[in-house]
């Protein structure tokens, strides 16, 4: 197949899928609404990683558990790191779309206990890494996107592996399972005006993603 076609028909590997615009800008804006509400009882915060710099990008969390990060590692806990207050539930408006989408992708049924929620400024990022702190890999991740295009990485099993860069625009939704739940990914850069919505919650310039996952 030519390098266009393939571009045109998004030619993903086995256990990756992509619904494009899933979401409607109103659907959009009303999981934005109960993502101010898990941020108003979970304040973002920029976590430090284990190696000693911060992330570049604030994040909470929302479900039974949460992903956080300090000099002691990665991990999930079940309360937030600075109010100790337990992470607040899921918003049904993610968990519905989240669990009929995995099962429409054929990976069955989903039952995520945790949400992390990374907010991208106009110069946030994500360094190629793969979800490897949760317990079972058999369950996906799922992840939303709000706000303005990401240029997303999605690379192999390895490290090393050959890469393939694509947009995530506002409203999609992509799940990495199966075979490609292991997959290397990340975000090279945020382009600032492609955004199709506006809310208060998204920064100017920046990017919201949501990413349900079962940690244990
Ligand atoms: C992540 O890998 O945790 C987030 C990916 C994204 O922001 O699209
Ligand atoms: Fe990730």
Redesign the pocket.
């Known amino acids: 197949m030519s390098a266009l076609f393939a571009d045109l028909l998004e030619v993903f590997p086995e256990g990756v899928a992509l619904f494009r615009a899933r979401l409607t800008p109103a659907d959009q804006r009303a999981i934005l609404d109960d993502v101010a509400f898990v941020i108003g009882e979970a304040p973002l915060f920029r976590p430090q990683m284990p190696t000693g710099p911060y992330m570049i990008n604030s994040l909470t969390n929302c479900g039974s558990l949460g992903w956080i990060s300090d000099k002691r590692g990665y991990r999930y806990e079940p309360a937030h790191p600075t109010t100790a207050k337990p992470w607040p539930s899921i918003p049904e408006s993610v968990l519905t779309v989240a669990q009929s989408l995995t099962y429409e992708a054929g990976l069955g049924a989903f039952e995520p206990d945790a949400c992390?929620v990374?907010v991208?400024a106009a110069d946030g990022r994500?360094s190629l890494?793969r979800?490897y702190d949760e317990a079972d890999f058999k369950w996906p991740i799922v992840?939303f996107?709000f706000g303005n295009d990401?240029d997303?990485v999605l690379g192999g099993l390895k490290r090393s592996g050959k890469t393939q860069s694509f947009a995530?625009h506002s409203g999609d939704v992509m799940i990495l399972g199966g075979e490609s739940r292991l997959r290397y990914?990340?975000?090279k850069r945020i382009r600032p005006g492609t955004s199709p919505i506006t809310h208060p919650v998204l920064p100017e310039g920046g990017r919201i993603?949501l990413?349900l996952r079962r940690a244990r």
């Open positions: 992390l990374n991208y994500l890494h979800d992840s996107s990401a997303f995530l990914h990340g975000v993603n990413t």
